[in-house]
């Protein structure tokens, strides 16, 4: 069965720094690959998508991610981040197991102090 | 309706009783999807929708766990004989086609204690 691992579960930054939120899947075949964001209080959302061509993905806010298939890794990337960012972030992975379900990794907790 | 709707938005039962959460997807989506949430953790694929049909219910815990879909919209998320282990926050989300195609979009979950 398909497994997408995130290592940070906690992070801490200050306004300004740069983040990358690591994320690996196990499956070794063709994936799709999402970052979902939840800001307090409110529902999870979309922030980008792979599905094929150019492997690194540019999603909203400043996000961007790369698709690194010989590590099997999607990490996300913001060069400058603010205290809006301050959410959770999990990165999910679709691969056919019948029907295309998106699978899910525990989530980062990223706190941005202003 | 503009986005993914659940009700309750949060519900608290004894252990034992019977509890049903409703979700209204999005307007046309074909693709729906229930997600569990416990705390700390990502959300747990539960059971999938394509149209009235339940096209991959592999991840309903055990069989309390029903869900419904008799019209192709709104769905019903049954759990009998509720134990304190269900307490989380269940997840619907809704695709226009399937994930396969496209992304999720997520409702705000009902959550859920059994005391």
């Known amino acids: 069965a398909q497994s997408v691992s995130q290592h940070n579960h906690h992070v801490i930054l200050s306004e300004a720094a740069s983040l990358e939120l690591g994320c690996n899947y196990s499956y070794g075949g063709t994936v799709n690959l999402f970052w979902y964001v939840q800001y307090p209080g409110q529902h999870l959302q979309l922030l980008l998508k792979?599905?094929?061509?150019?492997?690194l993905v540019k999603g909203i806010k400043g996000f961007e991610a790369e698709f690194i298939k010989s590590k099997f890794s999607f990490n996300l990337r913001k060069p400058s981040v603010q205290w809006s960012d301050t959410a959770e972030y999990f990165c999910?992975?679709?691969?056919?197991?019948?029907?295309?379900?998106?699978?899910f990794g525990r989530g980062t907790s990223l706190i941005v102090h202003p | 309706g503009a986005g993914v709707s659940q009700t309750p938005s949060n519900k608290v039962t004894e252990k034992g009783k019977y509890v049903e959460l409703r979700c209204d997807p999005i307007?046309?989506?074909?693709?729906l999807y229930w997600y569990r949430q416990s705390l700390g953790q990502g959300p747990e694929f539960l059971i999938y929708?394509?149209?009235?049909?339940?096209?991959?219910d592999s991840g309903l815990p055990n069989d309390r766990f029903f869900a419904v879909r008799p019209e192709g919209s709104v769905s019903t998320l049954k759990i009998q004989r509720t134990e304190r282990g269900d307490s989380a926050v269940y997840l619907c989300?809704?695709?226009?086609?399937?994930?396969?195609?496209?992304?999720?979009?997520f409702g705000e979950g009902s959550r859920l204690t059994v005391l």
């Open positions: 999910a992975v679709n691969a056919p197991r019948g029907s295309y379900i998106p699978t």
């Open positions: 989300a809704s695709s226009l086609r399937g994930a396969n195609t496209g992304e999720l979009f």
């Open positions: 929708f394509q149209g009235t049909g339940a096209a991959d």
């Open positions: 792979y599905f094929s061509g150019d492997p």
């Open positions: 307007s046309g989506h074909t693709a």
